[in-house]
């Protein structure tokens, strides 16, 4: 990501925020490399890569950090290889994520629906105008 960005990211595998990105919310992902900023709290199960250039404001547990000299940091690090913890806590955030993304779709289905039907509706009502 090399762009601004305000929204949680959920990734199964690896999240990179590039130099120029700046992520306002949470990142929960397998592995992790940061040379951006982010504006909220880094969950990542196997490997969180913090680069000088990086700031991070937000809390970090991860079971591998690695952070280079000149990282800004302004948060609580919990580093650990409990990966039984870190897989609770990943299964929590995916289904949590899981339920938003499926409610969120079936509301805009829903109104999209309705959006169509609306429109048939008033093309029906055109019609039989003329």
């Not at 959920?10 to 120029?20: Q, R, T, W």
């Not at 302004?74 to 913890?85: H, K, L, M, P, S």
Request: net charge negative; charged share 25%.
């Amino acid at each position: 990501m090399d762009e601004k960005l305000t929204g949680n990211l959920f990734c199964a595998e690896k999240v990179v925020i590039d130099l120029h990105g700046i992520l306002k919310g949470n990142i929960t992902s397998k592995t992790c490399l940061v040379t951006g900023t982010v504006n909220g709290d880094i969950l990542s199960l196997d490997l969180l890569d913090i680069k000088a250039t990086a700031v991070v404001r937000g809390n970090i547990q991860s079971a591998k950090v690695n952070i280079e000299p000149g990282a800004v940091i302004n948060g609580y690090i919990t580093v650990g290889e409990d990966i039984e913890a870190l897989t609770e806590q990943w299964n929590k955030t995916k289904f949590s994520t899981d339920d938003y993304l499926t409610t969120k779709l079936h509301n805009e289905l829903s109104t999209l629906t309705k959006i169509s039907a609306a429109t048939i509706v008033t093309e029906q009502k055109v019609e039989l105008d003329l």
